[in-house]
């Protein structure tokens, strides 16, 4: 089957470092993606993972390993508008057509 | 703003019935993806076409189905209509069908209230 766990809710203090953990047991593999989304809006693309490793981009980070079905999103320098959803989701698919699984989000609070 | 638009943006009906819910993609963009989002579902892949072709189903019920029009837009059909499809309904578009572009803009949704 297809499952995908993150934890449902974290906090953190603006100004520090979160991470958030992402688990996947999936059928197919061809990517990990992680996306923000705000409450009431439209989730909104942050990372891609298909290599084991890291990828930076600016305050996000996100890391993969494919052989222990496990990947992280690192926020440093958190932000007030940091406070959202986060996406952990598996792309099964190839150059034909896309199948992508989400987990559940995990919402994180930035307190000030 | 992705580029993606979605409309209506609210919708609000009665079990039974049927609705279509309609998506343009971004310029350029051949691949519209449908999502529905609930709240004890969470964000829920239903189906994939690109160029006016369906490319990859997951989790869309019998009584939903989706085109993609010669212009690109795609129209979902959501019909008998029970209280468990509120929900959130977002569209994404890519440039291409498969892996080799990443990233996926959503549009703004379309939120379905079933009475």
């Known amino acids: 089957g297809q499952n995908i766990d993150q934890p449902t809710e974290m906090t953190a203090t603006e100004g520090a470092i979160v991470q958030i953990n992402c688990t996947y047991q999936?059928?197919?593999?061809?990517?990990l993606f992680w996306y923000q989304q705000h409450a009431g809006e439209a989730p909104t693309f942050l990372s891609y993972?298909?290599?084991?490793g890291l990828e930076e981009k600016g305050r996000f980070s996100s890391f993969l390993s494919r052989s222990k079905g496990y990947s992280y999103l690192l926020l440093k320098e958190l932000q007030m508008k940091d406070s959202a959803s986060y996406l952990c989701?598996?792309?099964?698919?190839?150059?034909?057509?896309?199948?992508?699984?989400f987990g559940p989000g995990t919402r994180l609070s930035v307190l000030p | 703003d992705s580029g993606v638009t979605q409309t209506p943006k609210h919708l609000i009906t009665a079990t039974g019935q049927r609705v279509t819910l309609r998506c343009s993609p971004r310029s350029g963009d051949l691949s519209v993806y449908w999502y529905q989002q609930s709240l004890d579902q969470g964000l829920q892949f239903l189906i994939q076409?690109?160029?006016?072709?369906?490319?990859a189903k997951g989790n869309i019920l019998e009584r939903f189905s989706a085109q993609q029009f010669p212009d690109l837009h795609s129209e979902l059909n959501l019909s008998s209509l029970e209280l468990g499809d509120s929900a959130l309904y977002f569209c994404?578009?890519?440039?291409?069908?498969?892996?080799?572009?990443?990233?996926?803009?959503f549009g703004p949704g379309t939120r379905l209230t079933v009475l």
């Open positions: 989701a598996v792309r099964d698919g190839g150059n034909y057509g896309q199948n992508f699984v």
């Open positions: 994404a578009s890519s440039p291409d069908s498969g892996g080799s572009y990443n990233e996926q803009f």
């Open positions: 999936t059928s197919g593999f061809n990517g």
């Open positions: 993972n298909v290599l084991d």
């Open positions: 076409y690109y160029n006016g072709e369906e490319r």
